[in-house]
């Protein structure tokens, strides 16, 4: 199957023989069927995913923006398998090579803001993981996100919305509770 | 320079090395049997003379006819009879990635090792250290409070004690088997002060996934536990409270006529298994216990466990003893479980409530939940679990909605689901934690207790007229959902629950509903829902408040898993799993705060319609205490719904009870002698957790002290029992 980009090379290529106002023309069609040869290349074999960060709570110390990996391996397993890995490692240092191995399986970074949002593009159909690389602070919480997403052959986009209910690990130090 | 460098390496070398192990074990048998015996382990010559005793006769022959290579091998040891032994080493010369199976390959090595030959011996446990490379591969869940865990360690740790001396592999294999011991015992709660359980998931002998899954993770546990005894390495269930607590875990959570086990969390088996009858035939032995024997008579007398597990470990010499001494409500405190029953009868009513912490996999999103159950299942907590993660486990089985708790509907709010179903349905109801990175240890659950300190009980008190237990569960939804929800739930015994509940919303457009599933087809009229049974009365659920709360019949064939304009209905169920059911959702009108009371009457089985119960609001509070009547004026019912003054109850036959806890230090003292004085006098001996229980009294004024010591306490009881009354 041609690619798109193939095609807009293509395309720019006769653009570069031609004359004024055809070349206007050509150009503006040239540009229209790239973009529509993309819009198809994107529904049947790759997919957005759009990342968005809802928390009220969000703490004033946490830097403008909260970095972000695509990875394409469970963390929970990954967890698990630092767990074995690292035995006698105390829950910070968990977490450090819990993030670092998993960017052993990243397919992308990005950031987030705090009130806007972040678009992984162009991700074959396949299983994510939204991850947060580093614990976001908020209020008296330090939080932690995995959030799972499927792409799909026929998906143009997935939305995740990272919420308190949502984190998969929340961390503090209050007192004893019994 | 060389010599420097020479310095330099030994040094590295010194530094790099792995620390001596300082351990020995003693000669082959050492595993639950050693050639002398010692304490509680059995020796051989001892288990000679128990082969030739009448009541271990049935054991003895079903262990001489086994084809089961370690019974077959325990045969050997007792008898020397080396005729079948060529199915020993069969066995031990292939591997397992199975446990259990690695736990009986290490069991017929240990047991036969005096027939091996020196290269079958190194060959043999060289399989053994084969199979723990397997078992690395299969059970990679590293978590205390979890059975997978349980199980690669038991089998590991089984392998380790059988083939050390024989493969180099078991040394390596002591310090993580030896850490995850460690990990498990943290969680278990013996010797710990009272104010220092948190995350310690087996206080009062209870398991965190449930029923089901204490028949892994328990059962592995006191196998391991056995061996390493055995093993010379250290008694840990002599003197533990896990394990006496463990009896009554069992004994409480068994049905009154013995046809159910709580089904609460991820159990496709809620009734009575063969795993249960082990766990109680070795603690039978194990403690001398009459009501482990009991229990095993009367629930589990047909069910067969393995031979050389009933000659090894029970003992015929117990005497049964009922439990009819024994008050008929426990809780169990590490997991948030308060089972209650009416009397030992096996007509009584019984009562379930459960509000704990979050620990692992396979518990449910459902702190506050309860069950009734009166000579059939009347309240329920409807759905299948059959193992697989599908779209009934993610957005029914394990979800609020599916139990009969408070939802609070935030319409925008967004769960975690596994890969499978990454956006799981809103119900509404409390977070799921099921694929959260979940604590491995006590120290990361503590790390994680924002998250996992899901509910908590914060009083239970319990008499043989009635019991009252108070649940905080707002900890288990999004705190930008739910600021408190305080459940009362009030058991006279035997017909009726008392529900308060007070739920304040992160904001008033939250809608909050409470839900009630029954078995039963229901129909609600005003204010009032009720079942419609086949035969006999039906179940009554009076809505007394909040005033104008909306009552709406769901479920039934079809649409019993629907919510939302979803259907989540997934596999047939089985195994008394509820594949069809009704509820009723009562809605309260929009508030930020809001208080229900409901009061459920539970059927006698085969009663007819005469005499239609009744349930009145007499007093809505405004804020403050509720007052009811019950059946017409026969129990009057105060409540304080924030639970900031205590309930009140009063009526025929109704009692009171005083309890409370000795302890030096914050550490619980057993057997300390506490007399109580006044209208009545009484007299009892603290248990292992310090505590103490006087019942059946009628108000008046009451002094409780510690017996030999100028120690009291001065109580006036009134209308409601007395806990904490406590000496530190």
Redesign the interface.
């Known amino acids: 199957m041609r690619s798109a980009r193939f095609g807009v090379n293509r395309q720019n290529s006769q653009f570069g023989f031609s004359g004024s106002r055809r070349k206007t023309a050509l150009a503006v069609l040239v540009i229209i069927q790239a973009l529509f040869c993309a819009c198809l290349e994107r529904n049947s074999s790759a997919g957005d995913i759009v990342v968005r960060l809802q928390l009220p709570a969000l703490s004033d110390c946490q830097s403008q923006t909260i970095p972000l990996m695509l990875v394409d391996e469970d963390p929970n397993i990954v967890f698990c398998l630092v767990k074995f890995e690292r035995v006698y490692a105390s829950q910070d240092e968990l977490l450090g090579e819990f993030f670092r191995t998993l960017a052993g399986h990243q397919v992308c970074r990005g950031a987030v803001s705090r009130a806007g949002e972040f678009i992984f593009r162009d991700i074959p159909p396949g299983r994510y993981w939204v991850i947060t690389s580093e614990p976001v602070l908020a209020g008296d919480e330090r939080l932690v996100w995995s959030h799972p997403v499927r792409i799909g052959e026929q998906d143009s986009s997935q939305q995740v919305v990272l919420q308190r209910s949502n984190a998969a690990m929340v961390l503090d130090s209050a007192d004893t509770i019994f | 320079m060389a010599f420097k460098k020479y310095l330099l390496s030994a040094a590295a070398l010194l530094w790099l090395a792995p620390p001596v192990l300082a351990i020995e074990l003693g000669e082959h048998p050492r595993l639950y049997v050693t050639a002398q015996g010692e304490g509680k382990v059995p020796g051989v010559e001892q288990l000679r003379r128990r082969a030739a005793r009448p009541e271990y006769a049935g054991a003895w022959e079903r262990l001489k006819n086994s084809n089961a290579p370690h019974e077959i091998a325990l045969v050997y040891l007792l008898t020397g009879d080396t005729t079948r032994l060529s199915l020993v080493r069969e066995a031990l010369a292939g591997t397992s990635s199975r446990s259990d199976r690695v736990v009986e390959h290490s069991l017929a090595f240990d047991w036969a090792y005096s027939a091996l030959s020196e290269p079958e011996r190194k060959r043999f446990a060289a399989r053994l250290m084969d199979s723990c490379e397997e078992l690395?591969k299969r059970y990679?869940?590293?978590t205390a409070y979890h059975n997978y865990c349980r199980n690669r360690h038991m089998g590991q740790g089984f392998a380790m004690l059988a083939a050390w001396g024989d493969d180099p592999r078991a040394e390596g294999l002591l310090?993580?088997v030896q850490?995850e011991l460690r990990e498990f015992l943290e969680i278990l709660g013996d010797d710990c002060r009272?104010?220092?359980?948190?995350g310690r998931a087996g206080?009062g002998g209870g398991w965190p996934e449930g029923y089901d899954y204490d028949r892994h993770g328990a059962l592995y546990a006191i196998q391991l536990l056995l061996a390493w005894r055995s093993a010379g390495l250290g008694d840990y269930i002599t003197g533990s409270s896990y394990w006496r607590d463990k009896i009554m875990w069992l004994l409480y959570g068994t049905g009154p006529d013995g046809s159910f086990m709580l089904g609460y969390e991820d159990n496709d088996y809620p009734f009575v298994m063969p795993h249960d009858r082990r766990m109680m035939t070795v603690l039978e032995g194990e403690l001398g216990s009459g009501l482990a024997s009991w229990w095993i008579d009367t629930f589990a007398d047909t069910l067969r466990i393995p031979a050389y597990w009933e000659f090894l470990f029970s003992d015929p010499k117990v005497k049964n003893i009922p439990p009819e001494s024994l008050p008929t409500s426990r809780l169990i405190?590490g997991v948030g479980l308060a089972l209650m029953r009416s009397s030992w009868q096996r007509d009584a009513t019984f009562v379930h409530f459960h509000c704990g912490p979050w620990y692992t996999y396979h518990q449910h999103a459902a702190q506050g939940s309860f069950s009734a159950w009166r000579g059939r299942p009347l309240v329920i907590e409807p759905g299948v679990y059959d193992g697989e993660v599908t779209g009934h486990y993610v957005n029914w089985r394990i979800r609020s909605i599916s139990h009969n708790c408070i939802l609070v509907m935030d319409s925008?709010?967004?769960?975690?689901?596994?890969?499978d179903v990454?956006v799981p349905a809103n119900d509404g109801g409390q977070?799921i934690q099921n694929?959260?990175?979940?604590p491995?240890t006590l120290?990361?659950w503590r790390?994680?207790?924002?998250?996992r300190?899901t509910g908590?009980i914060t009083a239970f008190v319990t008499d043989a007229s009635h019991d009252f237990v108070t649940g905080e569960a707002a900890g288990a939804y999004?705190?930008?959902?739910v600021e408190r929800w305080c459940r009362q739930l009030l058991f006279i015994k035997p017909d009726w629950i008392v529900l308060s509940d007070y739920v304040v919303g992160a904001s008033a457009d939250f809608p909050k509903t409470l839900i009630l599933h029954t078995p039963d087809r229901m129909t609600a009229a005003g204010a009032v829902a009720e079942t419609v049974p086949d035969g006999g009365s039906p179940l009554r659920a009076f809505s007394l408040l909040p005033a104008g709360a909306q009552l709406e019949v769901a479920g039934g064939p079809g649409k019993t898993f629907t919510y939302g304009g979803q259907d989540w209905t997934g596999t047939d169920p089985y195994n008394e799993q509820f594949g069809v059911a009704w509820r009723v959702n009562v809605t309260a009108p929009g508030q930020k705060a809001t208080t229900f009371v409901t009061a459920i009457y539970l059927p006698e089985p085969g009663s007819g319609e005469s005499g239609r119960p009744q349930a009145e609001l007499l007093e809505s509070g405004g804020g403050g205490t509720v007052s009811l009547s019950l059946d017409g004026g026969k129990y009057r019912v105060q409540i304080d719904p924030r639970a900031e003054k205590p309930y009140g109850l009063s009526g025929p036959g109704i009692s009171y009870s005083v309890s409370g806890a000795v302890l030096e230090d914050g550490l619980p003292v057993e057997g300390t002698p506490v007399s109580l004085a006044g209208a009545e006098n009484k007299k009892i001996v603290t248990d292992n957790w310090g505590r103490y229980l006087f019942e059946n009294l009628s108000a008046g004024q009451y002094r409780v002290l510690l017996t030999g010591t100028k120690q009291a306490v001065d109580i006036r009881v009134t209308d409601h029992s007395l806990g904490d009354v406590n000496f530190d």
Do not use: N, V
């Not at chain 2, 009272?194 to 948190?198: I, K, N, S």
């Not at chain 2, 925008?412 to 890969?419: A, H, I, S, T, V």
């Open positions: 690395a990679r869940i590293p310090p993580p850490k009272l104010d220092d359980m948190a206080y405190e925008g709010e967004r769960f975690l689901g596994p890969g990454p977070i694929w959260t990175h979940k491995a120290a990361e790390a994680q207790r924002k998250m300190d908590r999004s705190p930008e959902k």
